[in-house]
Every structure is written in C-alpha cells, then in structure tokens.
C-alpha cells in the first residue's frame, strides 16, 4: 500500500513517538502503510516521520472542540498517548465529530468503562 490507498493516508498514530506508539508505527510501515504519525512534541514527531517516510502532525490533545478540525480526513485513529484518562474522553468525542473510528491501547478499566456510555 501507499500514501495514495485510502486506507493507508486515513490513518493516524498519535502518540507515536512514545514506546508503544514507535513499535506500532514502525510495524505499519513494514505492513506498507503510511501512517500520518502525529503527538504533542514537535521535533521528536518531525524526526520518526522523517525516518519512516510518514506524513506528521502535531497537536495537543485539549479539548475534544480543538481536536476535531485536527482529526477530519481521517477514517481511523489509533491513540498511544498516555495518560489514557486524560487524552481517550477528548479524543473519542473528536473521532465521532470527525467521522474517524477510534482506537486506543489502554488496558485502563475507566476509560474501557467510558466506552459504554
């Protein structure tokens, strides 16, 4: 796949420079997807996509209002930024607004729980 295959350019990792983010992103791209790899700290985000060949984006995970307009045009985002308390609610409440499916990594009984409702 490609940066041109719609699945491959509508999905994003944020959180991806963090452990399980660079396992996960650098895993897609051996699968031939190019991920838009995207978390809070510019020059570490800019350094991984330039050495995977990714596409970037970098933006705080505030309010679910400010991460919308971040998130339209992608169809899947995939959350490995920590603490999943602070950043699942904002970032869910944004993928709906968006139209972008939603996945994290959290193993986080409360944020699971806040899936439910």
Known sequence: MNSSDPLSAGITIYGATGYTGRLIARHAVTLGLQPTLAGRNEERVATLASELNCPSLTFPVASASQLTDCLRGFSTVLNCAGPFSQTAGPMMEAC??????YLDITGEIDVIDALRH
């Open 96 to 101: 709906i607004a968006a139209g972008a499916d």
